[in-house]
């Protein structure tokens, strides 16, 4: 970027002068170098830093090009006056035209410069003063943070990464000093934990693994984990698992539509209730309990369908929410089960549909995405929703669905965001990155702004 605001000054100074050796002007160096050293004070990521390296050039040109627009004026006064023209080093030389003064075409030459290196700068600017930091950085595993979970108390969370461990954190009213309370290692390293979910007396935790087994602990004293029971792999790839709300049915699913329900009201002997086929195929990408446990949302490659699940044992399909997507990574209720939303990859959006009639669902609203929306989740009280997009977690305000506004941004991870909770009890979010890190935010501090 140094050469290209070099040769970007080099270049402007040679057609002003009409002089091919203007590269050659040793003077330029000290004008690009102090501009890029800012760069490490703003905490930017790779791609806002490669965008204010390219305003430094930008800027540096204009910098140059203004000060010989203005040695050239200066020039042409003297050579209309009679006086000598300026002798200061860099200045223009006398053209021998008389008369002329600042031209149009130095009006533009600047503002063609000067308006883009704006645009970009305000654009900078713009998102560093939405973008929140991190209340406390967890370093959680070693490689991705898979997944998180909150309890319902919001005192605890359970991680879930891909070296294996299942982590139960103790977390603070303010989410500053988060403490590991206890770890536990899966026996087989290439076959780790992916998902974890809490009853809702934060009594029994459950997390799946890649080959579909899933464990089922007794949460004791907060603070350790006692293995109950262990659910048997599938017979297809595991693509998903989620607990109802009182801890009492569990679901998973296969990439071959096939979903289980199974029943832990005794959870050291869990019972099949019942398996069942989704009714338009294709790949199962994610499954989700509505909070009230009556509604199960199956999202595949082909469509998000809804099923009545009020009787475990008598599963049946309620309605289809959307047919041909382009696939779906996650899918999840409001808190009133009033709202499904959904991300859709395949269109760069999340979609927010009214399901507050499980039998005729309606599209409320479309959150347009800048990249692949992997995750999404929604604040306790239903007014925000959480999306991951990339490497950064967005934020939209949906309190009138009518007009949703895009809220803050929060970064720092260096990998892909792959899993979001939000805590039932406050504005406190999680995010977990495939650099293992789990980054506590405090939504409420983009509330405030």
């Not at 290209?4 to 000054?9: D, E, F, N």
């Not at 800012?38 to 910098?63: H, M, Q, S, W």
């Not at 533009?108 to 970009?120: E, I, K, S």
């Not at 009787?311 to 409001?334: I, K, N, W």
Request: charge should be negative; aromatic fraction near 8%.
């Amino acid at each position: 970027m140094i050469l290209v605001g070099l040769a970007a000054k080099g270049t402007l100074y040679s057609l002003a002068h009409d002089d091919i050796d203007g590269l050659n002007y040793f003077f330029q160096f000290p004008l690009a170098l102090p501009w890029l050293f800012l760069g490490f004070l703003l905490d930017l990521d790779d791609v806002e830093y490669a965008y204010f390296l390219a305003c430094c050039g930008v800027f540096n040109a204009l910098l140059i090009y203004a000060w010989l627009v203005l040695g050239r004026a200066q020039s042409r006064v003297a050579g209309g006056t009679g006086q000598p023209a300026s002798t200061d080093v860099g200045a223009a030389p006398v053209s021998g035209r008389q008369g002329h003064r600042f031209s149009r075409h130095d009006l533009v030459g600047t503002l063609a410069v000067l308006v883009p290196l704006a645009a970009v700068a305000i654009t900078l600017i713009w998102r560093e003063a939405n973008e929140v930091d991190p209340v406390a950085t967890i370093a959680a595993h070693e490689g991705s943070a898979g997944a998180v979970a909150f309890s319902s108390d919001g005192r605890l969370l359970a991680s879930a990464g891909h070296d294996g461990a299942v982590r139960l954190w103790a977390v603070d009213q303010e989410a500053v000093h988060p403490q590991l309370l206890t770890s536990v290692i899966a026996d087989d390293f290439l076959n780790s934990y992916d998902k974890v979910a809490f009853s809702g007396d934060h009594r029994i935790l459950v997390a799946s693994r890649y080959d579909g087994k899933v464990t089922i602990w007794n949460v004791v004293d907060s603070a350790t984990l006692t293995e109950s029971a262990t659910l048997p792999s599938n017979a297809g790839l595991f693509t998903g698992m989620d607990l109802r709300s009182d801890g009492k049915v569990l679901a998973k699913a296969t990439n071959d539509h096939t979903v289980q329900l199974w029943g832990l009201a005794d959870p050291a002997n869990p019972v099949r209730l019942a398996t069942f086929d989704a009714r338009r195929g294709g790949n199962i990408t994610a499954i989700t309990f509505g909070s009230n446990g009556r509604t199960l949302a199956i999202a595949s490659s082909v469509a998000v369908e809804l099923w009545n699940v009020a009787d475990p044992s008598r599963p049946t399909l309620a309605a289809v929410v959307a047919e041909s997507v382009g696939g779906v990574d996650d899918t999840v209720f409001g808190s009133d089960d009033a709202l499904l939303a959904v991300t859709q990859f395949g269109d760069h959006a999340v979609t927010l549909w009214d399901v507050s009639d499980p039998s005729r669902p309606r599209l409320a609203a479309t959150l347009p995405t800048d990249g692949r929306a992997l995750a999404v989740a929604f604040s306790p009280d239903r007014r925000t929703l959480a999306i991951a997009i990339d490497k950064a977690v967005r934020l939209w305000d949906i309190s009138d669905l009518q007009n949703p506004a895009e809220g803050a941004t929060f970064s720092g991870h260096d990998g892909w965001v792959g899993g979001l909770a939000f805590r039932p009890t406050g504005a406190i979010l999680a995010s977990t990155g495939d650099n293992g890190k789990i980054r506590l935010w405090n939504e409420s501090s983009f509330s405030a702004r």
